[in-house]
């Protein structure tokens, strides 16, 4: 199983950023798939999770709702996290994860998912 995040960088405050996951090795369209972060000093948490393609249930966690948008595409085995609006507060090591048996309230929590990519940062700042 592999997962490969990428897309982060340098953005300015109020600017767009787009995320890639792409994964193999795994029967994707049977796995949940979430975008986690972590800033310094802080807990991991989770930001947008989208749950199989059998529910397509998704979860967004309070501060980024109307901001930010998780998406599948089955075809490439990839999901995106399309950011907008970004704030310095977003500044933070962006994780994906997947696991095949999550149940929707378990969608943010990360020790619920079994397989991790590498964090790619984004930098929120002007």
């Known amino acids: 199983v592999q997962l490969q995040a990428s897309g982060g960088g340098l953005v300015q405050p109020g600017g767009p950023l787009r995320l890639s996951c792409v994964t193999s090795g795994f029967n994707f369209d049977y796995y949940a798939i979430g975008w986690f972060r972590q800033a310094p000093g802080k807990e991991r948490e989770g930001v947008a999770c989208?749950?199989?393609?059998?529910?397509?249930?998704?979860y967004y966690t309070e501060s980024v709702k109307g901001r930010f948008a998780i998406s599948r595409d089955n075809a490439k085995n990839t999901v995106y996290l399309q950011m907008n609006s970004l704030k310095p507060d977003d500044t933070a090591v962006y994780y994906c994860?997947?696991?095949?048996?999550?149940?929707?309230?378990?969608?943010?929590?990360?020790?619920?998912?079994?397989?991790w990519g590498q964090g790619t940062l984004v930098t929120v700042s002007s």
């Open positions: 989208i749950s199989s393609s059998a529910d397509d249930n998704t």
């Open positions: 994860a997947a696991d095949s048996s999550i149940i929707m309230s378990q969608l943010s929590i990360p020790r619920a998912y079994d397989y």
